[in-house]
Structures are given as structure tokens and as C-alpha cells.
């Protein structure tokens, strides 16, 4: 990864961030066939499967970033040359990411019924949101362990060797989706609950293509992960949760935002959940872009800062975070000129269409946002700096932006595009105050120099 001249960092920059990017697209687009083919299914079940993924995607997003601690970890031990410390890292990754799913499973058989009941939905609703997550449930667990091999590859520079597993994955989910939603070729018709099925049956599949790649496959051999099945480490564990639990409640605060909104949506009817969760579900397939280069950041800026490059670390910050915001006035036209087109791909009915189209105008300004803050929280993970982001997230939407958001939704005629304004608010303030920390960061790191 050592580079010299801005232009072979491009270069080095789309080596590592292109793969990612694909695979992003190709985990997200699984959400997406989720919503869309739910949504020609009926707008019930569509309104279901969005209420279940507003309670699944934060508790997923959250913990699988804890998890991704291992990327910064492994990076580092690259950049210092410490090999041979790599495969023992790994695998105690792996004995935390069971644990994490044992818990998942344990609070979510506990709290699902109680928590959906306490929300006024309709019945059928209700009933599709309810086992929409009972049958995801099977998933988890190889979801997390995929998620630990994943940041392992990634970290080791190979991002097309998992660019190639989800891609092999993403053509399994959309048939199983049409197999089980539509009931065709003699499966059940499943409705909203079938996109579950298929979810949890395609994290299976990638998680046993990453086993063998992980175990099998050079480059990753070579550190012997499976080799030697180490005991639990608790000093590894906490090494991996000081760095994984600021990330990952960094992210949660930051997805379960969205969800409250979406939760909070409830009190509107299903026309407007169900609009609302299509022009989300479109938002978020735009911020896999800014995702993945937070995640190619990560990489970067953890190999060059563990080697002690810091100005090359410092270049990668500013080449990931202004790429990021010119790709994103990119995306800000596109909505602008094909809002109508986009919201059509999510429902057949003409209301939902409308209103689908006017909540993309809102998402125009908060993904501008998600373009500055979410790569310069990468770029500061590479620096292992990952408290001060867990502060500033949770200020930012919680404290600033729900808040906002509930009071122009409830006192202003806006209604439910009261909430968007809220979410607008808290991602421009996360931006600044996160921009302004990696400054301080990288200023603190040269002094030291």
C-alpha cells in the first residue's frame, strides 16, 4: 500500500475502495429487492418489512460495527509488521461475534411482542413486521461471523475477494425473495414474512463462501485463523470492544435515528410509512458511497498511520472526504431530475409514488451531510480515535436531531416531512463538529512527530 506521488494514492485509493463499494451496493440492494418486491406484494406488506428493518438495521448496523473493530486492529498489525499476531485477532473476532448473536437472539425473543405491540399499527401490519424478523433471526448469527471474516479480507487489501462473495450472493436472494414472497414454482406465498426467509438463507450462503475463503484461500491461509482454535482471550475481547463499541454505537446512533423516525411514522397511515420507507430505503442505497469510502479510510489511514505515515495518512483523509462530497452533488442532480422515476420503482400506486418523490427532496440535503461525516469518522478510525465520534453522533441526532424533528413534525403544518427536517439538522452538525475533530487529530498526530 506504500505510495508516493497524490496520483498513485487515486490509484491505490479505487484499488480498495471500488470492490467496497460494490459490495456495499450488492448488501444494500438485498434491502432494497426486500422493500421493492414486498411492495408490489401489497403496500401492507411493504409498510411490515419497513417497520421490522427500522427495528433490525440498527441493532445490525451497531453491532456488526463493533465487530468491524478488527479492521483498524489488523491494519495496524500490517503496517507494523506483526503477521503473526493477525490469525489469533481473528479468531477471538469471531468467538465476540458469537457471543454478540447468543444476546441478539436472547433480548429479541424477549422484547419483539412487547415492543410491536406498544406501536398503533394495523393487524396484518403488526403480523408481517413479527415474523418478518422471526425468520431473519436464523441469520444472525453467520451474519456477524461473515461480518468479522469480511473486515479480516478487507483489511489485508483484498475488497474484490468480497465484492466477488456478496456479488455470487445477491442473484440467491432476489430468487428466493420471488420463490417465497409470490409463492412460486410450488413454494408458499409468504408475503412481506417471505423477504425474511430469503434474508436469513442468503447470510448463511456468505458466510460459508467467506469460511472457505477465509480458511482454503491464499492470501488469507497463510495467517492460519482456523489453524489453532485458541482459547476465549478476555484481553483480546477487550482490545477488540475498546475500538469496536465507540464504532459501534457511533453507527447505531446514526441508523437508529432513521429508525425512530420511522417508528414515530406510525402514528401517520400505512400511504404515508409506507412512501416514506421507499424514499428511505432509496437514501440509503445513496449512502452506501459515502460508507464505503469511511470504510476504505479505515484501511488506508490505519495501514499508513501503523507504518507512521502520517502525511500520507492525512492525504487519504482529504481524498476520501472531497471525493465524497463531489460524488454526492452528483447524486443531489440525479434526484433532483429523476425523482419521479425513482419513487415508481417502489410502488405501482400513484399516491405512494407522490409522496414517495417529495420525501427524495429531503434526502437530497441530509446525504450532502452523510457525505462529509460519515468518511471523516473512517479516516479518524484509522487513527484509532473513536470516542470523540460516539459524543458527537449521539449529540448531533439524538440530542439535536429527533428532537427537531418531533417538534416541526407535531406544531408545523409539515407533518411527517417535519421529521426529514430534524434529520437534516443533526447530520449537518454531526458533519462540522466531526470534520473539526480530525483536524485536531491530525494536528495532535504531527506535533508528536
Known amino acids: 500500500m506504500n505510495t508516493s506521488s497524490f496520483s498513485q494514492k487515486i490509484k491505490q485509493f479505487l484499488i480498495i475502495f471500488l470492490p467496497i463499494f460494490t459490495t456495499q451496493i450488492t448488501l444494500s440492494a ?14 401492507a406488506d411493504l409498510a411490515g418489512v419497513a417497520i421490522g428493518t427500522s427495528l433490525w438495521l440498527p441493532v445490525q448496523t451497531g453491532l456488526s460495527g463493533i465487530l468491524m473493530g478488527i479492521t483498524p486492529i489488523v491494519s495496524h498489525l500490517l503496517g507494523s509488521r506483526r503477521q503473526d499476531q493477525i490469525g489469533h485477532s481473528v479468531i477471538q473476532a469471531l468467538y465476540l461475534g458469537i457471543a454478540v448473536g447468543l444476546v441478539v437472539l436472547g433480548a429479541g425473543s424477549l422484547l419483539l411482542g412487547p415492543i410491536l405491540q406498544s406501536m398503533p399499527l394495523e393487524p396484518h401490519v403488526s403480523n408481517v413486521a413479527f415474523y418478518f424478523l422471526c425468520a431473519l433471526s436464523f441469520g444472525i448469527m453467520p451474519l456477524f461471523s461473515y461480518t468479522v471474516l469480511r473486515s479480516f479480507m478487507d483489511a489485508l487489501g483484498q475488497t474484490r475477494v468480497t465484492m466477488l462473495i456478496t456479488l455470487v450472493s445477491l442473484p440467491v436472494n432476489i430468487l428466493l425473495n420471488y420463490l417465497l ?3 412460486r414454482w410450488g413454494f408458499p406465498q409468504l408475503g412481506g414474512v417471505g423477504a425474511g426467509v430469503a434474508t436469513a438463507a442468503t447470510y448463511w450462503f456468505i458466510f460459508l463462501i467467506s469460511l472457505f475463503f477465509a480458511h482454503r484461500m491464499e492470501p488469507f491461509a497463510q495467517y492460519g485463523v482456523f489453524r489453532k482454535w485458541s482459547r476465549i482471550s478476555l484481553s483480546k475481547w477487550k482490545e477488540l470492544l475498546v475500538i469496536g463499541v465507540p464504532i459501534g454505537f457511533a453507527i447505531f446512533f446514526e441508523t437508529s435515528i432513521f429508525a425512530a423516525v420511522t417508528l414515530l411514522m406510525s402514528r401517520f397511515d400505512t400511504l404515508t410509512i409506507a412512501a416514506h420507507q421507499a424514499a428511505l430505503n432509496f ?36 481524498l476520501g472526504i472531497g471525493g465524497a462530497v463531489v460524488l454526492s452533488l452528483i447524486t443531489a442532480i440525479i434526484l433532483l431530475i429523476f425523482g419521479e422515476q425513482i419513487a415508481s420503482v417502489y410502488s405501482n400506486e400513484p399516491d405512494v409514488i407522490t409522496l414517495t418523490q417529495q420525501f427524495l427532496i429531503y434526502a437530497i440535503f441530509f446525504q450532502i451531510s452523510d457525505a462529509i461525516a460519515t468518511p471523516t469518522q473512517g479516516a479518524l478510525r484509522g487513527y484509532k480515535d473513536v470516542n470523540p465520534a460516539l459524543l458527537i453522533t ?20 409539515l407533518g411527517a416531512f417535519g421529521y426529514w427536517i430534524g434529520l437534516i439538522a443533526g447530520l449537518a452538525v454531526g458533519a462540522t463538529v466531526l470534520l473539526w475533530r480530525l483536524y485536531q487529530v491530525q494536528k495532535q498526530a504531527s506535533f508528536h512527530t
Not at 30 to 43: A, E, I, P, V
Not at 287 to 305: Q, R
Not at 394 to 413: E, K, M
Open 30 to 43: 438485498m434491502s432494497f429487492f426486500d422493500t421493492n418486491m414486498s411492495g408490489k406484494f401489497s403496500s
Open 181 to 183: 414472497i409470490f409463492g
Open 283 to 318: 437514501a440509503s442505497t445513496l449512502y452506501m458511497l459515502p460508507l464505503s469510502i469511511c470504510m476504505a479510510l479505515t484501511i488506508l489511514v490505519g495501514f499508513e498511520n501503523g507504518a507512521g505515515r502520517l502525511k500520507d495518512a492525512k492525504q487519504y483523509s482529504l
Open 394 to 413: 449521539f449529540v448531533a441526532y439524538w440530542v439535536i436531531g429527533l428532537p427537531v424533528g418531533y417538534l416541526t413534525a407535531t406544531y408545523t403544518s
